[in-house]
């Protein structure tokens, strides 16, 4: 039992540069969600979806774009690289809320410099 | 903006002794309060939670108290060990009222050493 799974650990681009980061979970989570941890300000909500084919904006969505294509894979990208989007970027999933086993279950992170 | 505030943002605690962190939040719709460990390199990992209609809950070293009138609620890791130190972060949504708010609002973190 894989849980959330992000790829790829780590990665440096240059200024204008684009990727797409990966999440993939397999506890047929219907929530996912894609933070950035930077030292000081905590876990900051860039875009979340709460089912396949739907995103929504989070705290900080702006450089960002979003989809799900499928239940279970979140992918985040970044059209054009700045130096202020070097961060680690976590994605979690969680059953819908309400449920008895409600809670964000964390990828392992993704550690982004952008140069 | 909801908020939850985080204090202290780090602590020292020699090994076996209780270490304590405070999270306060403002919104009353609140029902559900968790609290997730970090380890360095490692994603978050829930540890504990907790809802509004008990003051306090214990699984092992860990205990959350939960002060609804006071909008607090705190971490207690009793007879703290080196195998403790990380990141430790509060959490607060609208899980349970049907009005599900869709996200975690995470306090700002606390760095936990426990030195031996």
């Known amino acids: 039992n894989a849980g959330v799974t992000q790829t790829p650990k780590f990665r440096v681009l240059k200024t204008g540069q684009s990727m797409t980061l990966l999440c993939a979970q397999d506890?047929?989570?219907?929530?996912m969600y894609w933070y950035r941890q930077d030292p000081g300000m905590g876990l900051r909500l860039i875009h979340y979806s709460v089912g396949e084919g739907t995103t929504a904006k989070g705290e900080v969505p702006d450089g960002y774009n979003v989809s799900r294509l499928k239940k279970q894979n979140f992918l985040l990208g970044l059209e054009s690289a700045a130096p202020s989007q070097t961060s680690v970027y976590f994605c979690?999933?969680?059953?819908?809320?309400?449920?008895?086993?409600?809670?964000?279950?964390f990828g392992s992170g993704t550690r982004l410099t952008v140069v | 903006q909801q908020q939850v505030k985080q204090s202290p943002q780090s602590l020292i605690v020699q090994k076996g002794g209780i270490s304590i962190i405070n999270c306060a939040y403002e919104?009353?719709?609140?029902?559900?309060f968790p609290w997730y460990q970090q380890f360095p390199g490692k994603g978050p990992a829930l540890l504990i939670a907790i809802r509004p209609d008990v003051s306090e809950k214990k699984e092992g070293r860990f205990t959350i108290s939960f002060n609804k009138s006071a909008k607090q609620f705190s971490l207690h890791i009793m007879d703290s060990q080196p195998g403790d130190s990380a990141t430790y972060f509060c959490?607060?949504?609208?899980?349970?009222?049907?009005?599900?708010?869709?996200?975690?609002?995470f306090g700002k973190g606390t760095k936990l050493s426990v030195i031996p």
């Open positions: 506890m047929n989570h219907e929530y």
């Open positions: 919104n009353t719709a609140f029902d559900y």
């Open positions: 959490a607060a949504t609208i899980a349970y009222s049907g009005a599900g708010s869709y996200q975690l609002t």
């Open positions: 979690a999933s969680s059953y819908v809320p309400g449920q008895t086993n409600y809670g964000y279950t």
